[in-house]
C-alpha cells in the first residue's frame, strides 16, 4: 500500500514529486501552478501576495525561539522573499486537550511581540481542540497577504547567467538549536535558532536588480539553490570557502554527521542579484543587523543542465543534490 | 494546573471566554476585534474579507463529504456570511506518516470539486509530515480571501429591533450525519451531511436589507443566535414550529440525546433581514437549490437583555443558553 512518509515532507525530491502528481495535478491553476513561496494575486490595482505555512516544529520552545514566533516568521519570511511588505496575517491554531494554559499564553505573547516586530496584525483566527493523543501538543498555521514593493520584480524568469548568490548570513542555526533542545546534549555552545521576520531587511534593499529571493528553510540552502535551479533552468556554482558558518553550528554538525548546507534557516534569505549591483545590494544587506553576516556565495553559471556545484576549499567540485530523506522531522 | 480542554473548541461560552482574555487580549486590534466570521481589509480601494479555517473532522469521510470538501466549503461560507464573494483559498495540510496515499489522493480531488462548484481557486499551499502518532492522520487549514460585494453592508450594528431572522434551510444535517457516520449506529435512514458552498446561494440574495448573515458550524444554531445577540445587544425569539430539521434528523436526535438546535450546520446560514424585505429575501432563496427550505423562524425583539428565547410548540417560552461543555468533539 502506497503511503506518505517523513520523506514527502522534507521539502526535498520526494515532497516536489507529490505537489506535482498530486497537488498541481488536481488543484491546477495559474497562480499556484507557479510553486512560489506567495502567490501573487491581484485586487483593484493592488499586487498582492498571499502565503501559507504550518507549524509542527518539536520542541515548542527553543533557544531563539518558539512555535509561535516561528509561525509569523515563517510567513512573513515567505511573503518577504517575494518581493511584498506583510500586512494580515490569519492564525489557526490546534491544541491537544490537557495542553498547559500556561504554555498556550506564552505562545500567544510570543506571536504579538513577532507581529509587534514585523509590524504586521493577525486579523482572523481560529482555535480548535482534539482528543488527548489526536495531536502532539500544538500545531499551528498562518497564512498571510502582503503588499509588494513598487519597486519589486521578483520572478524566476529574470535569473540571467552571471547573476551573483546573496545569502544574508551563517547558515544551519535553527536547525543546530532544535538538534541541541531536541536531543539535550551535552554541548557547551549555545546555538540560537536564527528565527526572526526578514521584512524589515527586505525592505532596506529591494530594488529592480534583485531577480529573485527565496529563504532557504526545510532542505537548507542546498536544497533551495536546487529549486531555484531547477525552475531558471540554470546551473548554480558556489564557493564553500565563501559559506558563513558559526563555528559552533559547525562542530556540532561536524560531531553528529549532519551537514549544515542542508539544514534549516528560519531567519535567512537568498538573493539572486545582477552582477552589476551584487555588491551595492551586499553593502546595504551587511547595514542591517540582519544582514551583517551576508556574503557573495556564488553566482548562476551559463550551463542548463540543472545542476548546482560546490566550489570546495581544496579546489574540488563536486554536485550538491537536493536533499534526500528527511534528515530532521518537525524541524519547522 | 489550568489545561486547555475539548470544550474550549466548542464554540461556546468557554471558547468565548478564552478569546478574548488570551487571544483578544494579546493580539489585540481593530480587525482581529471584531471577531467576525471574516477580518475585512483594505487593498486600495478593495474591500476584502479575509478569514481561516482548521479542519478535524472523523470520520475523514462521511455521507454527504469528507475533509476536503468541509475545508474549501468552511472557508468559502465564513467569506459568503460576510457578505463578500470568495476567490483565492489557501490550504495547509498535515499529514501523519503511514496515511494512505489513496486517501490523500481522494481527498485532493475533493477539494478540487469543491472549488470547482464554488468557483474558486486553491493558490497557495503547504504540506508537512509528523511522525506516526503525532496526528491522527490528517488535519487541514484552509485560509481565503473574498471580495466584498458592492451592495453588501453586512454588520452585526445594523441590526434592529423587528428584523427577521431567517435560516436557509433544515438544521442539524451536517452533526447528525457525522455522529451516525461515527458510531456506526444500525439506523434506518441515511443522513448526509449538508457540507455545501453558499456563495451562490448569498450571491442571489446579497443587498443592503440584509443586515447580518452568520453560518451556524460549531454549537448549531442556537449558539449562533446567542453569539449575535450578545454582540447586536437585543434579545432574539425564534418560533420552535418554524425551524426546519429534517424528520430523520429529528429522530435520530431523539434516540441519543441531542439537541439539533445546537447541532453543527456546513451548509447553512441565518440572515438577519430588515423585517419589511423578509419576504422577499425568502422568496429568492427559496430559489435557489440550496435555499428551498428556507424559513423565516424569529425575530429581532427591542429588549437588551442579549437573550435568546424558544417559543416552544405547546405556547411556551425558555431561554436558549450557549452551547456549555462539547457536545460533539471533531465535528469539522
Same mark, same amino acid.
Given at each position: ?9 522534507s521539502g ?5 514529486? #507529490? ?5 498541481i495535478?488536481?488543484l491546477?491553476?495559474p497562480?499556484?501552478?507557479?510553486l512560489g513561496d506567495?502567490? =501573487?494575486?491581484?485586487?483593484? /490595482? ?9 507549524? +509542527?516544529?518539536? $520542541?515548542? =520552545? ?7 514566533k516561528?509561525? +509569523?516568521?515563517?510567513?512573513?519570511? !515567505?511573503?518577504?522573499? /517575494? ?5 494580515y ?9 490537557g ?12 506571536? @504579538? ?14 482555535? @480548535?481542540?482534539v ?8 500545531f499551528?498555521?498562518t497564512?498571510g497577504?502582503?503588499?509588494v514593493?513598487?519597486n519589486s520584480? %521578483?520572478a524566476?524568469?529574470r535569473?540571467?547567467?552571471?547573476d551573483k548568490?546573496? %545569502?544574508?548570513?551563517t ?15 551535552k554541548f ?6 536564527d528565527?526572526? $521576520? #526578514?521584512?524589515?531587511?527586505?525592505s532596506?534593499?529591494i530594488s ?5 529571493m527565496? !529563504?532557504?528553510t526545510r532542505?537548507g540552502l ?7 535551479s531547477?525552475?531558471?533552468g540554470y546551473n548554480?556554482? %558556489?564557493?564553500?570557502?565563501?559559506i558563513? %558558518?558559526?563555528k ?6 561536524e560531531?553528529l554527521?549532519? !551537514?549544515p ?9 537568498i ?10 545590494i551586499l553593502?546595504?544587506?551587511?547595514k542591517?543587523p540582519l544582514?551583517k ?7 548562476v553559471?551559463?550551463?542548463? !543542465? @540543472?545542476?548546482?556545484?560546490?566550489k570546495t ?16 522531522p518537525r524541524?519547522c
Amino acid at each position: 500500500m502506497k503511503t506518505i512518509t517523513l520523506s514527502h515532507g522534507s521539502g526535498g525530491k520526494l515532497m516536489r514529486d #507529490l505537489i506535482k502528481d498530486l497537488f498541481i495535478k488536481n488543484l491546477d491553476n495559474p497562480f499556484l501552478n507557479k510553486l512560489g513561496d506567495a502567490a =501573487f494575486i491581484k485586487a483593484g /490595482s493592488k499586487k498582492l501576495a498571499y502565503t501559507t505555512d504550518s507549524f +509542527v516544529v518539536k $520542541p515548542l =520552545f527553543f533557544p531563539g525561539g518558539d512555535i509561535g514566533k516561528l509561525s +509569523v516568521c515563517g510567513t512573513v519570511n !515567505d511573503l518577504a522573499v /517575494s518581493g511584498a511588505m506583510p500586512k494580515y496575517l490569519s492564525c489557526g491554531m490546534i491544541v491537544e486537550d490537557g495542553f498547559r494554559y500556561a504554555d498556550l499564553e506564552r505562545i500567544t505573547i510570543s506571536i @504579538k511581540n513577532t507581529c509587534k516586530s514585523a509590524g504586521v496584525n493577525i486579523v482572523a483566527g481560529d482555535f @480548535k481542540v482534539v482528543e488527548k493523543g489526536a495531536i502532539d501538543g500544538i500545531f499551528i498555521n498562518t497564512s498571510g497577504i502582503g503588499e509588494v514593493f513598487e519597486n519589486s520584480e %521578483i520572478a524566476i524568469s529574470r535569473i540571467k547567467p552571471g547573476d551573483k548568490i546573496i %545569502i544574508s548570513g551563517t547558515i544551519g542555526d535553527h536547525a543546530a538549536s532544535i538538534l541541541l533542545a531536541r536531543e539535550e546534549l551535552k554541548f557547551k555552545a549555545r546555538i540560537s535558532s536564527d528565527c526572526g $521576520p #526578514l521584512n524589515s531587511l527586505v525592505s532596506s534593499i529591494i530594488s529592480r536588480c534583485i531577480r529573485f529571493m527565496r !529563504d532557504p528553510t526545510r532542505g537548507g540552502l542546498a536544497t533551495t539553490l536546487n529549486e531555484i535551479s531547477l525552475a531558471c533552468g540554470y546551473n548554480i556554482a %558556489i564557493e564553500e570557502a565563501n559559506i558563513p %558558518i558559526k563555528k559552533s553550528v559547525k562542530a556540532l554538525c561536524e560531531i553528529l554527521g549532519f !551537514d549544515p548546507l542542508y539544514m534549516a534557516n528560519e531567519g535567512k534569505l537568498i538573493a539572486i542579484v545582477s552582477k552589476d549591483y551584487a555588491n551595492s545590494i551586499l553593502s546595504k544587506m551587511k547595514k542591517h543587523p540582519l544582514g551583517k553576516d551576508a556574503r557573495i556565495i556564488g553566482a548562476v553559471e551559463k550551463e542548463k !543542465d @540543472k545542476r548546482v556545484y560546490l566550489k570546495t576549499q581544496s579546489g574540488g567540485s563536486r554536485i550538491l543534490d537536493m536533499i534526500t530523506g528527511e534528515q530532521l522531522p518537525r524541524i519547522c
